[in-house]
């Protein structure tokens, strides 16, 4: 016969350790029962004496979620440390309080903070396992321990945690506490409370989940990570079939309701970061809020950020620059990605910025090429130094001569610097309409001499631009770098009747409780005669009509715009506007290298504008640019600027200021130009 090993047969004793953990344990109940009799024990007052002030849980101020609006209150994106939005206890749905105390606390609405069966389950188990395997803790106490106590495993804290509880039991109503709860606790994938976590897992409020979501969400506190559906669905089913038998065994749901929520298909929202339909514009509204006013404010206090983004303006920016670039790309042969592109349009009345795209790429790159980069803007800046022409005296019918010219310059090899027109060609006597229209280099320099360096900078800091400018006749050709935003807010006060309007992105913030941090009030400055911005901006409609801008005559409306293009085609610019919308598109490398040889701003950037403006404008009334009081229209002759005779081919109707046409020369002010008429179309009549 085998011998029985004696250790098989021998009764294990306790160790230290157990018999140690037993007596404290046993220690904890005697505790327990003595708080509930009237916590007469001094461990408890001692206890008590360190608990930190509950004073503060009426005036719950949660971390929550900042929110961010576009210009028709549609969220757009959110900032925030711990993704929180708190929900009001009467917009929490009932079955959802219901799956909560099923499957976290079954008595929580007959005990006082801690529940004394839980604690005794809890005890044995422990002591069974010599450690601590299982808290026992009541919805009560996981709010004491999220909000004032760290999660470190030991019996003092969990004493402690329970004290916490009962006081806060004595101090809130069960609504309070369970509203606490539901707020605060951390449901997994980064969100906090039932309303994110509604709204993460399956993009809706919480108001509107259905049994099966409630079951599924209610399973998760327990271990989140371990129980996500995205992670481990198997787990997560399993658990929410635990609480809705939970809530049934309750009596909140029937055998019935159980077995509908189990046969339910759920569909959830995608983890997967959502691309941002407008990062550059975000970020400068992150980085404003965050100087202003401090990151705790920006991430914890739950700003609603109303903005002036125009969500379909913004999608069809996007959208254009995508398509344009991908077309230079293929065009050119370049791999895809190596060109960069912006874009930047909004309202010339309010300054209201209604599309950025800064970058084809914000996880790539970060810097806001619309906002930051200070690119030569080439003829896209000649606009500014003919209205400046204009307010000097000259007219869209004055004449200079496009002949060659040389000036000294001793930074250059041959010691002389010789502009040229893009073309390499020279017309002869030229009108400014004309010179404007085919953006001559030679006549524009010739104007800028005119009128001086010292007048023309200053006229085109009180347009907008802020950027430092050289002072040299190269001015004339765009050679002074530039911001895209501040280039378009120059065009704006074109297209605004002489008003510069100073761009904005945000129209208002407010906190938490409905105070209203700053509301931004639009800045409007009457900066130049409105009569002189007409001038400029009838010609630049004519640039769109047979100029440099002609791709965009498609659009078939009104439109006033100018190319850009700088030497080696290392920058193309297209920048239009029409009454109520200006919008400027830049096109180049960032390592500064052309983009090819054809790829000028009428080609490389203006189609951009077109599609942009295509999608944004369409279903809108067409609008005409109004012309302001003292203008006349006098038939000219195209090429000389000269008054029209009868017989003279292709005469226009050109602008001027009154009193300032040729003698004798007859005007039509513009109630009386020919219906149908208004500067390309002829009056035989006339």
Same mark, same amino acid.
């Given at each position: 016969?085998?011998?029985?090993?004696?250790?098989?047969?021998r009764?294990?004793?306790?160790?230290?350790?157990?018999s140690?953990?037993?007596?404290?344990?046993?220690?904890?109940?005697?505790?327990?029962?003595g708080?509930?009799?009237?916590?007469?024990?001094?461990?408890y007052?001692?206890?008590?004496?360190?608990?930190?002030?509950?004073?503060?849980?009426?005036?719950?101020?949660?971390?929550?979620?900042?929110?961010?609006?576009?210009?028709?209150?549609?969220?757009?994106?959110?900032?925030?440390?711990?993704?929180?939005?708190?929900?009001?206890?009467?917009?929490?749905p009932?079955v959802?309080?219901?799956?909560f105390?099923?499957?976290?606390?079954?008595?929580?609405?007959?005990?006082?903070?801690?529940?004394?069966?839980?604690?005794?389950?809890a005890?044995?188990?422990?002591?069974?396992a010599?450690?601590?395997?299982?808290?026992g803790?009541?919805?009560?106490?996981?709010?004491?321990?999220?909000?004032?106590?760290?999660?470190e495993?030991s019996?003092?804290?969990?004493?402690?945690?329970?004290?916490?509880?009962?006081?806060?039991?004595?101090?809130?109503?069960k609504?309070e506490?369970?509203?606490?709860y539901?707020?605060?606790?951390?449901l997994?994938h980064?969100?906090?409370?039932?309303?994110?976590?509604?709204q993460?897992?399956?993009?809706?409020?919480?108001?509107?989940?259905?049994?099966?979501?409630?079951?599924?969400?209610?399973?998760?506190?327990?271990a989140?990570s371990n129980?996500?559906p995205?992670l481990?669905?198997?787990?997560?089913?399993?658990?929410?079939?635990?609480?809705?038998?939970?809530?049934?065994?309750?009596?909140?749901?029937?055998q019935?309701?159980?077995?509908?929520?189990?046969a339910?298909a759920?569909?959830?929202?995608?983890?997967?970061?959502?691309?941002?339909?407008?990062?550059?514009?975000?970020?400068?509204?992150?980085?404003?809020?965050?100087?202003?006013?401090?990151?705790?404010?920006l991430?914890?206090?739950g700003?609603?950020v109303?903005t002036?983004l125009?969500?379909?303006m913004?999608?069809?920016?996007?959208?254009?620059?995508?398509?344009?670039?991908?077309?230079?790309?293929e065009?050119?042969?370049?791999e895809?990605?190596?060109?960069?592109g912006?874009?930047?349009?909004?309202d010339?009345?309010?300054?209201?910025i209604?599309?950025?795209?800064g970058?084809?790429?914000?996880?790539?790159?970060?810097?806001?090429?619309a906002t930051?980069?200070?690119?030569?803007?080439?003829s896209?800046?000649?606009?500014?130094?003919?209205t400046?022409?204009?307010?000097?005296?000259?007219?869209?019918?004055?004449?200079?001569?496009?002949?060659?010219?040389?000036?000294?310059?001793?930074?250059?090899?041959?010691?002389?610097?010789?502009?040229?027109?893009?073309?390499?060609?020279?017309?002869?006597?030229?009108?400014?309409?004309?010179?404007?229209?085919?953006?001559?280099n030679?006549?524009t320099?010739?104007?800028?001499?005119?009128?001086?360096?010292d007048y023309a900078?200053?006229y085109?800091?009180?347009?907008?631009?802020?950027?430092?400018?050289?002072?040299?006749?190269?001015?004339?050709?765009?050679?002074?770098?530039?911001?895209?935003?501040e280039?378009?807010?120059?065009?704006?006060?074109?297209?605004?009747?002489?008003?510069?309007?100073q761009p904005?992105?945000?129209?208002?913030?407010?906190?938490?409780t409905?105070?209203?941090?700053?509301?931004?009030q639009?800045?409007?400055?009457?900066?130049?005669?409105?009569?002189?911005a007409?001038?400029?901006?009838?010609?630049?409609?004519?640039?769109?009509?047979?100029?440099?801008?002609?791709?965009?005559?498609?659009?078939?409306?009104?439109?006033?715009?100018?190319? &850009? =293009?700088?030497?080696?085609?290392?920058?193309?610019w297209f920048? #239009?506007? %029409? !009454?109520?919308? /200006?919008?400027? $598109?830049w096109?180049?490398?960032?390592?500064e290298?052309p983009?090819?040889?054809?790829?000028?701003?009428?080609?490389?950037?203006?189609?951009i504008?077109?599609?942009?403006a295509?999608?944004?404008?369409?279903?809108?009334p067409?609008?005409?640019?109004?012309?302001?009081?003292?203008?006349?229209?006098?038939?000219?002759d195209?090429?000389?600027?000269?008054?029209?005779?009868? &017989? =003279?081919?292709?005469?226009?109707f050109?602008?001027?200021?009154? #009193?300032? %046409? !040729?003698?004798? /020369?007859?005007? $039509?002010?513009?109630g009386?130009?020919?219906?149908?008429?208004?500067?390309?179309?002829?009056?035989?009549?006339?």
């Amino acid at each position: 016969m085998t011998p029985v090993k004696r250790h098989a047969t021998r009764r294990r004793r306790p160790s230290k350790r157990r018999s140690w953990l037993g007596i404290v344990i046993v220690t904890i109940l005697v505790i327990f029962a003595g708080v509930a009799l009237g916590g007469s024990s001094i461990l408890y007052y001692l206890l008590l004496k360190e608990l930190p002030s509950i004073a503060a849980l009426k005036d719950y101020r949660p971390s929550i979620t900042t929110r961010v609006y576009s210009d028709n209150n549609e969220l757009i994106d959110e900032f925030f440390l711990e993704d929180r939005k708190v929900i009001k206890y009467e917009d929490i749905p009932k079955v959802v309080i219901q799956a909560f105390v099923a499957a976290e606390d079954a008595r929580f609405f007959q005990h006082q903070g801690f529940d004394m069966q839980s604690m005794s389950r809890a005890f044995f188990k422990n002591l069974e396992a010599g450690r601590i395997v299982q808290g026992g803790s009541t919805i009560t106490q996981q709010v004491a321990k999220a909000l004032y106590l760290s999660s470190e495993k030991s019996y003092i804290r969990k004493l402690r945690e329970a004290l916490l509880a009962y006081k806060i039991d004595k101090y809130l109503s069960k609504e309070e506490i369970i509203t606490l709860y539901l707020n605060h606790i951390y449901l997994g994938h980064g969100t906090y409370g039932i309303e994110a976590a509604a709204q993460g897992y399956f993009g809706k409020s919480a108001q509107e989940l259905t049994l099966a979501e409630t079951a599924l969400l209610a399973g998760l506190p327990k271990a989140p990570s371990n129980y996500s559906p995205y992670l481990h669905p198997d787990r997560a089913y399993q658990r929410q079939a635990y609480v809705l038998t939970r809530m049934m065994e309750d009596g909140y749901i029937t055998q019935a309701q159980k077995d509908r929520a189990l046969a339910t298909a759920l569909h959830f929202r995608s983890i997967k970061p959502k691309d941002k339909i407008a990062p550059y514009f975000i970020e400068n509204v992150r980085r404003y809020i965050q100087d202003k006013y401090g990151s705790d404010v920006l991430y914890k206090e739950g700003l609603e950020v109303y903005t002036t983004l125009d969500i379909g303006m913004q999608k069809a920016a996007r959208e254009a620059v995508e398509q344009g670039l991908k077309e230079l790309e293929e065009r050119e042969g370049y791999e895809k990605g190596l060109v960069q592109g912006a874009f930047f349009a909004m309202d010339p009345k309010s300054g209201a910025i209604q599309a950025m795209v800064g970058g084809r790429d914000f996880n790539r790159s970060e810097f806001n090429r619309a906002t930051q980069s200070r690119r030569q803007p080439g003829s896209a800046f000649k606009p500014l130094i003919y209205t400046a022409a204009f307010d000097k005296g000259m007219t869209p019918s004055t004449v200079f001569v496009d002949a060659p010219i040389v000036y000294p310059d001793p930074s250059s090899p041959d010691g002389v610097w010789k502009p040229r027109n893009f073309d390499r060609k020279f017309e002869g006597p030229t009108t400014l309409h004309n010179a404007l229209i085919h953006s001559r280099n030679i006549v524009t320099i010739r104007i800028l001499e005119e009128i001086g360096l010292d007048y023309a900078t200053a006229y085109a800091a009180n347009m907008g631009i802020t950027s430092p400018i050289s002072r040299n006749l190269s001015l004339a050709l765009g050679t002074s770098g530039v911001t895209l935003q501040e280039l378009v807010r120059a065009y704006g006060v074109l297209a605004n009747e002489g008003k510069r309007a100073q761009p904005f992105f945000i129209k208002r913030i407010v906190d938490r409780t409905g105070h209203v941090f700053e509301e931004t009030q639009p800045k409007i400055e009457q900066v130049i005669d409105p009569r002189i911005a007409f001038m400029t901006n009838y010609i630049m409609q004519d640039v769109v009509e047979s100029g440099t801008g002609y791709r965009v005559k498609k659009l078939g409306r009104p439109v006033a715009g100018k190319t &850009g =293009t700088t030497d080696d085609m290392r920058d193309a610019w297209f920048m #239009g506007f %029409t !009454p109520s919308m /200006v919008a400027g $598109v830049w096109v180049g490398f960032d390592q500064e290298r052309p983009l090819g040889r054809q790829e000028v701003g009428g080609r490389a950037a203006a189609p951009i504008w077109l599609y942009f403006a295509e999608k944004a404008l369409q279903g809108t009334p067409v609008e005409v640019f109004p012309i302001p009081e003292g203008i006349v229209f006098a038939k000219v002759d195209p090429k000389t600027g000269a008054p029209a005779r009868p &017989g =003279t081919k292709g005469a226009i109707f050109e602008c001027f200021l009154e #009193g300032t %046409t !040729p003698e004798n /020369v007859p005007t $039509v002010s513009p109630g009386n130009l020919p219906e149908g008429v208004f500067k390309f179309d002829m009056d035989p009549n006339f």
